[in-house]
Structures are given as structure tokens and as C-alpha cells.
């Protein structure tokens, strides 16, 4: 099985490397790569005991009496957590998983007005993200798991000298969320394969120069049916109707009126416990930007505000479950979600998408 963007497994061996050993693809065992037949052949000897670790690489539900909401479920083990070198900076949770700084804000309304060398600092980590969360997209194929999109991901931040920020934020596991069909979001990485139909979110968060980005976007596995493509389609318009109501003035609940308003039009809901937020040195903090109508978000735009829209919108019912695992938001109803991210600056006449897409975005 051909491939490319790895390096060869043969023992001293470094040459970019293109061919998958066939056994470990047959066993789901991710990571074995040589240069050429010849280095494959020369190495079996040793590489063919990967292929003895059954117990290490069998897949399992980890929670087979839970009540699922929809059909899917989640594959383990879990790779293990994913190394970030020790030159790259780090927030304040890297090691023990507890955002002290966030926590210590937490509770306070106050709206940070960021001067403009702050912002030029967004600017440039918000750009790395839109890198990362593209590179992500472009290894979305049926097949492909889930942990190796995590891969993707975490390789593309390192190498941009940032750090994945969901990474033990609050003992997250890994270095993006990744939400299938039912799943609305932080849904974390495993052994499932994409498969043909799916709807898949990615959401990319990073931190470098002392500052969080974060953004997402859903995406077509394969052949989606219309009423998948309706979805994504309505998530991404409610995204941007909300996005042309941001300029120095507007109250910050009354995003959710238009977002809601799109969504109810288009015959979908809109996710209510999940919301926008305030976002700079900390991951996390104020305003809060709820989705949905008639919401009680205190607060006014003012330039040097910056924050994320990012709707989740359902295809039936907007209520929503957790797995265990803690994390996982599904769908109440089992029925698909998708969801679209920006992190923007309100400017004096109106809104910067510090997350914008590219020329070469997928």
C-alpha cells in the first residue's frame, strides 16, 4: 500500500518512505512504513513481531451495555499520548492538566479590549491553526482512523513550534477533538475508520507566542447523502450569518438570534450547552457566545474583542448526551450534527476572521 509524508521504519534508516507493510494495514496497526521493498524485505525479521502483539492492538468497545444514542461507537485502546519537544512553550495545564490561570478568571464578565501587539500575536498563531486544521483535512479518506488524523495534527503543530492546546487540557487525551455524525463535539481520536457517508469534524486548537487559537469544520467523507450535505451546508451559513453581525455595537446575545432563526429555516436545531467564547492567553474566558435565541450573554462588542462563533446544528432534536469517556458530546436523538469555527477580532468598522481559510484550503 503506497503513501506518502512518512519516514522508513528499516533500522537506520531515514529515507522518506512510501510503502505500508500490508500486515499491519490487515491489522489496523498504524505507523510501519520503508522506503522500498528491499529495506522492507531486509527488516521483516524484526518488524514482524509487531504483527505478534494481538492483545496491545485488538480493537474493543469500552462500554458495551451503554445506551448508545446512534450506531456509533467508539474504537480502543487509545494511543498512548502523543510527545511535544521540550523547546516548545507550553500553557499553564501541559503537565498537570488544570488551567490554572483560566480558572483563577473564571467567573469574571470583564471583556479584555487586546492592544494591537496582542493581536498581531493572534493574527499569527490563528494562521499556524488554519495550516494545521487544513493539513488535518487533506488526510480525511475513507479508511483512514480518526487516531491517525490526531497524528496529522499533532505532527503539523510541533513543526510550527506550538502546542496541540487541547492536550491535557482537563486530562483531554489527545491533540484535536474529532466528531463523527451523531457526535457533536470533543469527540476524542481512536481506531474507528472513516467510513464512506461520514460526517467529520475537526477542531484544531493551538497555543504559540503565549496565545490560543482555536477553529473547526465539518467534512464529507466520501459519498454523503443530501440530507448530510444539507447540514453542513446550514452549519456553515449559520457560522457566517453570524460572523456579518459582528461590529463595535452589537450585543453579543444577539448572535444566537440570527444563528437560530437559520437554523429553525433550514429544519435543524441548535445545540444549547456548548458555546462560544473569549479566547487570547487563555483558552477560555469571557464573553460567552451562546448559539441559540433568547439567551442572556451580557456584553457589547467593542474592537479588540476576540472570541469564537461556532454553532453546532442538529438534524433533529438539539439536546444532547455524554459518553463516558467524559468527553464525547452526541446527539439525544442519535441524528448527525455539524458544526463550523472561527476565532475573529471585532475592528473598528467590523470583524477580522483571524481563522480564515486560504487560497489552498481543502
Known sequence: MQTTGHTCQGNEC???????CPTCVKLKITGSFFCSQDCFKKNWAAHKAVHAQPTAQASYNPWPNYP???????VYPIAPRREVPA???RP???EDGMPKSEI??????KLEVLPPEDIECMRKVCRLAREVLDEGARAIKVGVTTDEIDRVVHEATIARDAYPSTLNYYQFPKSCCTSVNESICHGIPDGRPLQDGDILNIDVSIYHGGFHADLNETYLVGNVDEGGRRLVQAARECLEKAIAQVKPGTLYRDLGTVIDKHARSAGFSVVRTYCGHGINRLFHCAPNVPHYARN???GVMKPGHVFTIEPMINEGSWHDEQWPDNWTAVTADGKRSAQFEHTMVV???GVE???ARLPNSP
Not at 14 to 20: G, I, M
Not at 68 to 74: D, F, V
Open 14 to 20: 531515514e529515507k522518506p518512505a512510501k510503502l505500508q
Open 68 to 74: 448508545y444514542t446512534g450506531a456509533l461507537r467508539p
Open 87 to 89: 523547546h516548545i512553550q
Open 92 to 94: 499553564d495545564y501541559a
Open 104 to 109: 483563577s478568571a473564571r467567573g469574571s464578565a
Open 296 to 298: 442572556k450573554a451580557i
Open 347 to 349: 475592528t473598528e468598522t
Open 353 to 355: 476572521i483571524l481563522t
